[in-house]
């Protein structure tokens, strides 16, 4: 969506698409703040020792490392929303495989994926934002990002820890 499509959105939406960017966005940290214990988790379960739990936990910015600048770019060119439904994909790709991996290179592999559908959600996020914010709204609007993004963070670990205390230790994969 480049800027020209976010006007004929906001025309046609009002404010509304600010209230479904602002769920997108509480939704992805839910997500990233459940997928990363769930994921060391999942390492536990492969044996994994304390050195490779480090290393898989920097893995999840490594991708993001790499491409930050580039993704930035690419979303000034071509607009936000395919970055925001492609960041989903690979988050949710990420997640599904990361139950099923059973082999460390695959949880390393799956963990990175996460790290890079996580940025690319939220640099889109926070352009979309950016650009559909007048001077009047623009530092509420990202007040209102910071505190969606923070109920995440709040909501994705106790789900997390929820869903794994609802099994045996060995069991957390399910």
């Known amino acids: 969506m480049c800027s020209s499509d976010l006007g004929w959105l906001a025309r046609r939406m ?20 459940l997928l ?3 994921a060391s988790y999942r390492a536990l379960d492969l044996g994994m020792d304390a050195t490779a739990l ?20 690419w979303i000034d060119a071509t607009g936000e929303l395919p970055f ?6 690979l988050m949710g790709v990420a997640g599904l495989g990361l139950a099923a991996a059973d082999r460390a290179p695959l949880v390393f592999l799956l963990f ?5 559908g996580h940025l690319m959600i939220t640099v889109a996020v926070q ?42 230790p060995e ?4």
């Open 14 to 33: 009002g404010e509304r698409w600010l209230f479904w960017v602002l769920v997108t966005y509480a939704v992805n940290q839910t997500g990233q703040n």
């Open 36 to 38: 990363r214990p769930m």
């Open 54 to 73: 480090g290393v898989l936990s920097a893995s999840f910015a490594i991708a993001p490392l790499i491409v930050a600048l580039r993704i930035g770019r």
């Open 84 to 89: 925001i439904l492609g960041g989903t994909v």
């Open 112 to 116: 990175a994926l996460l790290g890079l």
């Open 127 to 168: 352009g979309l934002v950016a650009r559909g914010s007048g001077e009047h709204s623009y530092d509420a609007r990202f007040a209102a990002l910071t505190f969606t993004g923070s109920i995440g963070q709040l909501f994705g670990p106790a789900i997390g820890g929820f869903v794994a205390g609802a099994g045996s």
């Open 171 to 174: 069991e957390t994969t399910r």
